[in-house]
């Protein structure tokens, strides 16, 4: 059964950074389309960012600022958060495209 691990996460001032991390199982991982999600509070949760073979994509809202990227032998993606903003505050969850499955998420609070 898949299973996502994410950790990372924490409390960081405006304008700060933080990387998260996605350990992955249960699945093929390379070659999977990875995703980033998350959720604020009382808000849906949304799309952050994906990594595929074509490449990297991004929301409109942390393009510029947040990088994705992945190692298939670790099955293992991370995201790098840099500029962080309030509105990125939330929890933040990793998945696998066509995988119903979720992980507990990693909290990241932006705030001064």
């Known amino acids: 059964q898949a299973r996502f691990v994410e950790s990372g996460g924490g409390w960081v001032q405006p304008g700060g950074s933080l990387k998260l991390s996605c350990v992955a199982s249960?699945?093929?991982?390379?070659?999977?389309?990875m995703r980033w999600y998350r959720k604020a509070p009382g808000m849906e949760r949304e799309y952050v960012a994906s990594?595929?073979?074509?490449?990297?994509f991004y929301s409109d809202s942390v393009r510029g600022r947040f990088t994705v990227f992945r190692d298939d032998d670790l099955n293992t993606m991370w995201l790098q958060m840099n500029n962080l903003k309030p509105d990125d505050t939330g929890v933040y969850f990793c998945?696998?495209?066509?995988?119903?499955?979720w992980g507990q998420g990693t909290q990241v609070t932006v705030s001064s």
């Open positions: 998945t696998a495209e066509g995988i119903n499955v």
């Open positions: 249960g699945f093929p991982f390379s070659g999977a389309v």
């Open positions: 990594i595929t073979s074509r490449g990297t």
